[in-house]
């Protein structure tokens, strides 16, 4: 009532009161009913509300005005008319409100826009409204398209918004910010790809445009995503508000795109100055230089393989330094006075360095997944490009020297001048400032060395400078502030050597002219910060292992480094201490002296390793006789550095002389203790480690007599024995000394550290006793007060004794935790007694240990390796066979640990190729079969690399069984090792025991023992090779039947090799399910190799020794198989075993046979040869009963029930005279059987099979039809009792349907309650209702039941939700087939207004075949009722579900993306005949119907629901117009009729309402109506409308959209070319050279659209005439010759080809007139990727078009060699599966007359064929497909160009094994056009045959035995022969 016209005018006057409060009620009760009912009335007050009166622009700017001294607080609740106001607009776009609403209202964007202009000055409750609204409704709503809401937040209202910030702070107790609230919104939609107004970029690479598209001062900013968001964030203040700092770095980090740009725009002012807004704006740039590199876009779009281009190198050095900030402005910086200014700028160098550094390795990694060429790669040359511009953007390297030596020298001022200037203030400043300064420019020149090389170079002041914080070790106390700051100075100083490469063990520098490794030493040993340490250690590994010392084996210097003492527990006065620096000196004069003389010491340890080899000449006779090799192995590369002898030598010198303090000689014996116990592990044996034990034996000794000191003497004698212990692997003996520890303090905070101390020093250097429970609390105390690892770790390695160890190792604690992370497993392994390895809790430590240490370096996994080994050794050697325990324990830690780790392999290798292993495995000592046993475990014989290991092994054991002296003894041991040969190793070992004389004996029973292993291994794993080798042997395998008999291993390898003569699929089924497609081609490949194998004529002994026994086993029953198959003779035998009393006793057992027995029979048509083996044909008869009840019971296995169906068949078509009694067994099997068993998928398969060959089998009273009606009625049951459907019924419903599709009647009675069942129960399933579909067809039901069945599926609770779901595989197609099949059949009845009423909400007005044939329901119901169905069609809405008020809001509802899709590819022979559902071409099942369309305007039309001029204008928007002028194209003359009589009334419409495209809208009509003839021209009116030109309708089409979307680009060209123009002429394609060389700023966007103009166009001979006209078509082939850069333009013009080829006569007259062919070959070699599939169509229009007749006559045979060529250029390029599908139909096509160039095209295409296979599922058994709704293979020719989506593609929403068959097929097809000899000699053949047999496997049952089952049949007729 409100609404109507009378109270509107009072409402408006109402506003238009000066009276505010009436005008403030008025407001809100317009909210009121916009809100009213949820919104229902929403799109009425959106209408009504007059928003073009003058007074409600001013809304907006009446505020309440506060009294005087009266503050105001606007509120929701409080309005003021602003508020309001502002509440009613948000009400239009709040999430309740529909889609089509809020575009309406949107249309006019200024409304909504308006609230932002002062919205800076709303208080927060209204901010916070608004803002939530607009991120709800707006940006919330999905189906609001993303151009609108782009619309609504450009520039200005984001600037609107951004002036909240200047409200930074809360106005009231517990508020926000609204400067926060803002800024989250901004965030939101501005910082988050693909999300509000931030588009998702390519990171670094431009926008994908041509810069010739669009004017010269947008050029630069059209290659931006971003372009809205750079503007926004330049106008921000992020040097003065962090809130808008994070903003920009977010947008910034969001959109890399932006950096570049943001540094010219961003006004930030970075030329060096001491200001304050430097300082910030420096700031700001060093945070925008570390957002991360987008390494992300560097791939393309599916994120997995790399662009082949890097981004643009400018782009990438501008997000790496400012471009604003200019080499010399760095340099000024870094020069400076301030020293807050040099700071600041090396920071920001040292920040954009390591950005150029990340930079490089993301591009680095993109060079090496491409595999690029290390110098010309795409990839390469980028990096060197951004290389050098970053080098002449940074300062000279000069500089950043100059910078760091004056830090130097200051800092050294600094420090003299300490004490005396302590209490100046600035100079204490100087002091603080000094290390930050140094820090930042040490930093600066590691990154320089790091990432700038060529800009510096190599000098000595370089290597002191880098020195010199390493000097000043003591400049800032523990509590010093400056301290961190002197850390991270070391730590680049220790980068910063690790970059020099001339950096020499002996250089010295510093004031106390040390040596540089003296210094990093040092620093090594006593520096508490991990990193620092970390560091150290990396520098000294490097410059150790590439000095002289350590080239023999640069990795024994990190054994060294893991030596050095530790200063944790260190004192200067105690023997037990370390003095580390007295151990420096000693060590840096010994790394001197070995320097300069480095071949006498290691002529010494040469020396060593000659005696140690000469020593070990004894070998183990039987391990050196067998392997060949020596047991001990020395050489160079086992002998330690010579540094080892230098510091014996020196140590022995220093003792004698006096010149070393006793507590030194501790820490050097320590150290020697330490590094032999890791040393040992490089040996073979223990020789060698124990003479260099013997002399350090000897210097105690030495040193014995000359200390006097007890605590030295006692410390040094500890480490000898602990060395000794060691050496001789004993952990016994340690069971503590005289002395007692006190730990009564362990548990006092304040006192434990100390005491730690203590006892640790005693255990150091004498044997202290602890208790477990002292233990336990000493670790728990070193733990808390000094928990570093490396602190642990030196207290671990001071408990010798294994129980103090394992019982630190065992705690519970975090300490023990810690403990165990901690421990050096080498330690750990040595000093654990047998009764600690032999639980399983300290194996598992052990092997954690091994794990991780090997994870961290290979050195030490081999060197824990070696120690396992050494110890295994010597117990094995030394203990008694029952005391082997250590050993596998040993063995153990190896085998869990080597799997694990991604160096497995190599240490495999080194296991296996160690002397001693290999002893173990070439030893037949019985002590060694356990070992050997934990030996296998860790190999795996099914891996190449591992039997690649065991290589020599495998070759050793060959040759004692194959050689004369083989012993008896060995042979169980060999066999272990048989597994692990190679198949011709194994087949060496069956020779030599077959051919030796096998009587019965012990002996003998070794030999049968071994061959029986040796036939099953080599038959289980390499039966391919084993079958051709073993085949001619099987006469004398079944001579050892006698001493063998009871085993199987004689029956497997016959199978083995029977199996191996037939290729799988020749029994048309799968070897295997869910295997890869391609593991499966492979095995396939490997059999077809196989298949001609010779086997002697043995078959009669073969079928006999087979049958001995009276129960036959699996594998016999398959050998029975296979000799079946191969043998006429094997078949005879069969038939005589099968008359006894065979079938009954044990037919499962044999009905494998018995399939394979009929299969061959049937093959053979029982001709001649097979005389004798028919008549058992014949009694099998009566054993049909007992095939069915095998087929019919729940029981029997899916293979025997295929198995049983199968003979059923084959004896139904083998034995037609039976036919009867055979019809007779199966009716009483049926009713015999439950009804489940008639829907298993093997009874569905028969009985479809049955009916196909027979139709007598169909008719009513059939077994077939008794089969039927059994199932239906378990249907029944299913459908009403089970909730879902199992999915073996979903498989057997698609055999179901096809078998009650071919029946001649079914009984309405039993059908009905299937019916009611199914529409009850499962109208949401897909299959159940298409097969109530198909069995409706088959029956014939009373038109009051049709009307129930119909009541029952529109009334049904789910039916809205079931036909409107557009899932994959959703019922909606077929339950519409339903609807349709049930009105068709009795109309009379079925159309009723109630029927038809709820079909409305389900149409939605498409091509597809479920909304044609409802449309095709509507004209029904006009024609049995008529009644129009005008006043239903009214009510139809385009939004899926929902319903409209009126026609006009109908038509209004119209997609307009839709439309224009609709009319652009207007299907013109679409008829209006809507009864007619075949389909037509130019069908889109995504377009809107057109003749639905022209109808639903024609109803709009008629009842004048168009009744405002805005509603005209609506209509215009949905392009609904466009398509009425399409339709004048249509063939139909029906259509064309509609479409005038529509237009007329769009024309008498529009001539009537005042709208401003009313004059436009006129004269696109005017030249319309001026095409149609004139009434009188004739003499008498036309009847017949004439089609027009498709270039013109298409045209005024376009011209139509332009006038209600004038923004579009065309709007002015088009109009200016009508409006010059009196009349179209339509013998001509218009504005093709006005927009094909257009000279406008958008010219190539004109050129884009007029190619896509030609292809839309190019629809019929007619439209060929006009486009030949203009020799278009030469001037697109020069255009796309000339465009080798732009794919767009280039696949619109191939569009326009295949439209063109689409056309007969166009086709023809290209190719023979126009030389297409010849243009084409040329066009094929510079082919983008993209553009094959395209070429590829084009070539099969041409072959279909043409003619194959017709090109050869006009061009005598050479088109072939001509298209040939182009093929084979396609077929080296490769590309999808689909590509393929579509290649293999050109080729078919081709194979039909004879082509030279055939076979190598078939080779490629084979070639390509094995490359898909890679990635393809064989989809267990395909046997869905059956089930699966069947999508037409890629719609078959002419293509034209509106079909290359990817949605028409070959096998779309098809499996890739399905599309993988039908390519088979093809080209087997093709394969078997060449001729013989062609055929054969290629590799084609032989590929695509057992594919083509697997193919037929995977079709079983779907009841498509075509090509395939007759190849299966011609393959099997021809293996017969060559295998006997």
Same mark, same amino acid.
């Given at each position: ?416 001048? @300490? ?440 050195? @030490? ?27 596998? #324990? ?64 495998? #070759? ?70 084993? @079958? ?12 050892? %039947? ?70 036959? %086993? ?811």
């Amino acid at each position: 009532m409100l609404l109507s016209a009378h109270h509107i005018r009072r409402l408006s006057n109402y506003l238009n009161s000066y009276d505010r409060a009436l005008v403030l009620s008025t407001i809100k009760l317009f909210v009121a009913m916009s809100s009213f009912a949820g919104g229902r009335e929403k799109k009425n007050v959106l209408d009504a509300f007059p928003w073009t009166m003058k007074p409600v622009a001013g809304f907006l700017d009446k505020r309440r005005k506060p009294k005087q001294g009266e503050s105001v607080q606007v509120t929701l609740s409080r309005q003021d008319i602003r508020t309001a106001y502002i509440s009613f607009i948000l009400s239009f776009v709040d999430g309740t409100t529909s889609k089509a609403i809020k575009l309406a209202f949107l249309e006019n964007k200024s409304i909504f826009l308006s609230i932002f202009t002062d919205i800076y000055q709303d208080s927060l409750q209204v901010l916070k409204r608004t803002l939530h609204i607009a991120w709800d409704g707006i940006w919330g709503d999905a189906a609001l398209p993303l151009k609108v809401k782009v619309g609504l937040f450009m520039e200005k209202t984001l600037q609107d918004i951004a002036r909240l910030y200047d409200r930074a702070e809360a106005e009231g107790p517990g508020e926000d910010a609204p400067a926060d609230v803002a800024h989250h919104f901004l965030l939101a939609i501005c910082s988050r790809p693909g999300t509000g107004i931030c588009f998702k970029s390519r990171g670094w690479y431009p926008r994908q445009v041509n810069t010739l598209d669009i004017s010269q001062d947008n050029k630069h900013s059209a290659k931006l995503y971003n372009t809205v968001l750079l503007h926004f964030i330049t106008t921000l203040k992020a040097n003065e508000d962090v809130r808008q700092q994070e903003l920009v770095l977010k947008v910034l980090e969001a959109c890399p795109e932006l950096v570049s740009e943001y540094w010219e725009k961003g006004g930030l002012s970075l030329e060096p100055r001491l200001k304050s807004r430097w300082i910030s704006n420096i700031s700001i740039a060093a945070a925008i230089i570390t957002l991360p590199v987008p390494a992300a876009s560097f791939r393309i779009s599916n994120g997995a393989d790399f662009d082949l281009n890097p981004p643009p190198s400018e782009r990438i050095v501008s997000s790496v330094i400012p471009s604003t900030l200019r080499s010399s402005h760095l340099t000024r910086g870094l020069k400076s006075a301030s020293q807050l200014v040099r700071l600041l700028t090396a920071n920001i160098i040292a920040k954009a360095l390591q950005k150029y550094g990340a930079v490089i390795e993301a591009m680095d990694e993109a060079h090496t997944s491409l595999e690029e060429d290390d110098f010309s790669g795409a990839w390469v040359v980028g990096r060197r490009n951004v290389a050098a511009l970053v080098a002449l953007q940074v300062p000279a390297f000069a500089t950043v020297v100059e910078m760091l030596q004056d830090s130097n020298r200051k800092r050294k001022q600094g420090s003299g001048n @300490a004490g005396a200037r302590a209490q100046d203030v600035e100079h204490e400043e100087e002091l603080t400032q000094h290390p930050l300064l140094s820090e930042t420019t040490t930093r600066l020149m590691w990154l320089y060395h790091r990432h700038l090389p060529d800009l510096v170079a190599e000098s000595v002041q370089r290597v002191r400078l880098a020195l010199a914080p390493l000097s000043n070790t003591r400049a800032a106390g523990p509590g010093d502030s400056r301290q961190p700051l002197g850390i991270l100075n070391q730590l680049h100083s220790f980068r910063l050597l690790g970059e020099l490469d001339h950096v020499s063990l002996s250089f010295k520098t510093g004031d106390n002219n040390q040596t540089v490794v003296y210094q990093m030493l040092r620093y090594q040993l006593t520096t508490p910060y991990e990193a620092v340490r970390q560091a150290g250690r990396v520098l000294l590994y490097r410059l150790l292992s590439r000095s002289i010392l350590f080239e023999h084996d640069p990795s024994e210097a990190e054994l060294w480094l893991s030596c050095l003492p530790s200063t944790r527990f260190h004192e200067t006065s105690k023997g037990g201490a370390d003095n580390i620096d007295a151990f420096l000196h000693f060590f840096e004069d010994c790394l001197l002296r070995c320097l300069k003389t480095p071949y006498k010491y290691l002529e010494e340890s040469l020396g060593i390793c000659s005696e140690c080899e000469e020593a070990t000449t004894i070998t183990d006779v039987d391990a050196s006789s067998r392997s060949g090799s020596s047991l001990l192995l020395y050489g160079p590369s086992t002998a330690p550095s010579p540094l080892l002898f230098t510091v014996l030598e020196q140590l022995r010198l220093k003792i004698t002389g006096n010149h070393i303090d006793a507590a030194d000689c501790c820490s050097v014996f320590r150290f020697l203790r330490q590094y032999l116990v890791r040393l040992m592990a490089k040996h073979p044996d223990m020789q060698y480690t124990r003479r260099v034990a013997q002399t350090i034996g000897n210097l105690v000794l030495v040193f014995a007599e000359r200390t006097d000191e007890k605590d030295a003497f006692d410390a040094v004698v500890r480490e000898a024995r602990i060395l000794r212990c060691a050496l001789a692997f004993e952990t016994e003996g340690w069971t503590g000394g005289n002395v007692v520890a006190s730990t009564e303090n362990l548990g006092n905070d304040v006192f434990a550290g100390a005491q730690a101390d203590e006892i640790i020093k005693d255990l150091r250097s004498r044997e202290v006793s602890l208790s477990a429970t002292s233990i336990a609390a000493l670790t728990e105390a070193i733990v808390h007060t000094s928990g570093a690892p490396s602190n642990v770790q030196e207290f671990l390695l001071q408990l010798v004794d294994p129980a103090f160890l394992w019982t630190s190792l065992s705690l519970d604690s975090p300490a023990g935790v810690l403990a165990r992370n901690c421990v050096p497993f080498h330690w750990a392994y040595l000093r654990a007694g047998a009764n600690e390895l032999l639980r399983d809790e300290n194996l598992a430590v052990l092997t954690d240990r091994f794990k991780s240490e090997a994870q961290q370096s290979s050195g @030490a996994a081999l060197n824990n390796m070696g120690t396992i080994l050494l110890r295994l050794q010597d117990n094995i050697l030394t203990s008694p066979p029952h005391e082997s325990d250590i050993a596998k #324990a040993s063995l153990l830690i190896l085998v869990k640990a080597i799997p694990a780790l991604p160096m497995a392999i190599k240490l495999k290798s080194f296991l296996f190729q160690s002397p001693f292993v290999r002893h173990l495995c070439c030893s037949p000592d019985a002590r060694y079969g356990g070992l050997l046993d934990v030996l296998f475990s860790v190999l795996s014989s099914h891996s190449l690399v591992d039997r690649q290991t065991v290589k020599a092994q495998c #070759a050793f054991w060959e040759n004692e069984l194959t050689g004369a002296t083989s012993q008896t003894n060995a042979i169980p041991f060999a066999s272990s090792w048989l597994e692990f040969m190679e198949p011709e190793q194994i087949l060496r070992c069956i020779d030599a025991v077959m051919g030796a004389s096998i009587t019965p004996s012990d002996h003998a029973a070794s030999q049968v023992a071994i061959l029986e292993r040796s036939l099953t291994t080599i038959c289980s794993h390499h039966p391919h090779v084993a @079958a051709p080798l073993l085949a001619p042997q099987l006469t004398r395998l079944l001579s050892l %039947s006698q001493l063998t008999k009871g085993r199987k291993v004689l029956t497997t390898t016959v199978l083995t090799v029977l199996e191996q003569i037939f290729p799988y699929g020749h029994n048309a089924r799968l070897p295997d399910d869910d295997l890869l497609l391609s593991d499966m081609c492979e095995k396939v490949d490997q059999r077809w190799q196989t298949k001609k194998l010779s086997i002697p004529d043995i078959t009669g002994e073969l079928f006999d020794f087979i049958i001995q026994e009276d129960v036959l %086993s699996t594998e016999a029953t398959s050998i029975v198989v296979a000799l079946v198959r191969l043998s006429l003779q094997a078949r005879s035998h069969f038939a005589e075993w099968l008359q006894g009393t065979v079938l009954r006793r044990s037919l499962p057992l044999v009905l494998p046979a018995l399939d394979a027995f009929l299969d061959m029979v049937s093959i053979g048509s029982i001709g001649q040869p097979e005389r004798k083996v028919a008549p058992i044909l014949y009694t099998m008869v009566p054993n049909v009963s007992s095939l069915l009840k095998i087929l019919f019971t729940a029981k029997a296995t899916t293979l025997q029930r295929e198995h049983s169906a199968s003979c059923v068949s084959a004896l139904v078509r083998l034995l037609p005279d039976q036919e009867g009694q055979l019809r007779q067994a199966c009716r009483e099997a049926i009713s015999a059987a439950p009804h489940s068993a008639m829907l298993t998928w093997e009874a569905v398969s028969l009985f479809n099979n049955l009916g196909t060959e027979n139709p007598a089998w169909r008719e009513s009273e059939s077994p077939v039809a008794l089969a039927v009606e059994s199932g239906l009625k378990w249907l029944v049951r299913r459908f009403a009792e089970d909730p879902k459907d199992s999915t073996e019924l979903l498989r057997s419903l698609g055999q179901f349907e096809l078998l009650v599709s071919n029946m001649e009647s079914i009984k309405a009675y039993i059908a009905e309650p299937v019916f009611t069942a199914a529409i009850q129960h499962r109208l949401d399933s897909f299959i159940v209702v298409q097969f109530t579909s198909a069995l409706f067809k088959s029956v014939a039901l009373k038109p009051v039941n049709i009307n129930r069945l119909i009541q029952n599926i529109v009334q049904h609770s789910t039916f809205y939700a079931s036909a409107l779901d557009f899932s994959d595989n959703s019922p909606r197609s077929s339950i519409i087939d339903l609807l349709h099949a049930l009105f068709l059949s009795h109309p009379t009845n079925t159309c009723q207004p109630s029927h038809v009423a709820p079909l409305i909400r389900i149409y939605l007005g498409t091509q597809s075949l479920p909304d044609r044939q409802l449309l095709s329901i509507f004209h029904l119901f006009e024609l049995q009722r008529r009644i129009s169905v005008a006043s239903s069609i009214s009510r139809w809405s385009a939004s899926p579900g929902s319903t409209s008020n009126n026609s006009a809001e109908a038509l209004t509802s119209l997609d307009a993306s839709i439309a224009s899709r609709t009319y652009t590819s207007f299907p013109q022979k679409r008829g209006i005949d809507v009864g007619n559902l075949a389909p037509y071409r130019g069908l889109r099942i995504s377009h809107y119907d057109p003749v639905f369309v022209l109808t639903l305007m024609g109803t709009c039309l008629m009842d004048g629901s168009i009744t405002a001029p805005h509603i005209w204008s609506e209509v215009g928007r949905t392009n609904a117009v466009s398509v009425a002028i399409m339709a004048m194209s249509s063939k139909d003359p029906g259509v064309r009729s509609l479409a005038i009589t529509v237009l007329t009334g769009v024309w008498r419409g529009f001539q009537g309402t005042p709208l401003h495209e009313r004059d436009h809208v006129l004269l696109v009509l005017n030249y319309l109506r001026r095409l149609l003839p004139s009434p009188s021209s004739s003499g008498s009116r036309s009847t017949t409308i004439p089609r027009f030109p498709t270039y013109v309708t298409l045209l005024l089409a376009h011209a139509m959209q332009c006038v209600f979307y004038p923004q579009n680009f065309l709007y002015p060209t088009v109009m200016r070319f009508l409006m010059q123009r009196p009349e179209m002429d339509i013998r001509d394609v218009p504005m093709l050279y006005t927009s094909l060389y257009s000279n406008s700023d958008d010219w190539r966007r004109e050129r884009s659209w007029i190619v896509r103009f030609l292809a839309d166009g190019m629809v019929s001979t007619a439209d060929w005439t006009l486009f030949k006209r203009r020799h278009t078509w030469d001037l697109l082939a020069t255009l796309f010759q000339e465009s080798p850069h732009e794919p767009v333009l280039r696949q619109s013009i191939l569009q326009v080809l295949l439209n063109v080829t689409a056309i007969e006569e166009a086709a023809r007259s290209l190719v023979l007139k126009g030389g297409l062919l010849g243009w084409m070959e040329v066009q094929t070699e510079e082919l983008l990727r993209g553009e094959e599939l395209t070429w590829l169509k084009v070539y099969e229009n041409l072959l279909v078009m043409v003619g194959l007749e017709k090109l050869e006559k006009s061009s005598a045979g050479l088109w072939k060699d001509s298209v040939s060529r182009s093929l084979i250029t396609l077929l080296r390029r490769q590309g999808a599966i689909e590509h393929l599908s579509l290649f293999s139909r050109v080729l078919y096509r081709l194979s039909t007359i004879e082509v030279p160039a055939m076979s190598p095209l078939l080779d490629l295409a084979v070639g390509w064929l094995r490359v898909v296979e890679i990635s393809l599922w064989s989809g267990a058994n395909l046997a869905f497909l059956s089930s699966t709704p069947r999508v037409p293979v890629f719609s078959d020719p002419p293509h034209t160009g509106l079909s290359t989506s990817k949605a028409d593609l070959p096998g779309r929403n098809r499996p890739d094994s399905l599309v993988w068959g039908e390519i088979i097929e093809l080209l087997w097809q093709v394969c078997m056009t060449l001729p013989a000899d062609r055929r054969t000699a290629g590799g084609a053949w032989n590929c695509l045959t057992p594919r083509l047999l697997i193919w037929n496997a995977m079709q079983r049952g779907i009841g498509t035995h075509g090509i395939g089952e007759w190849a299966r049949q011609q393959v099997l007729e021809s293996l017969i022969p060559a295998a006997i």
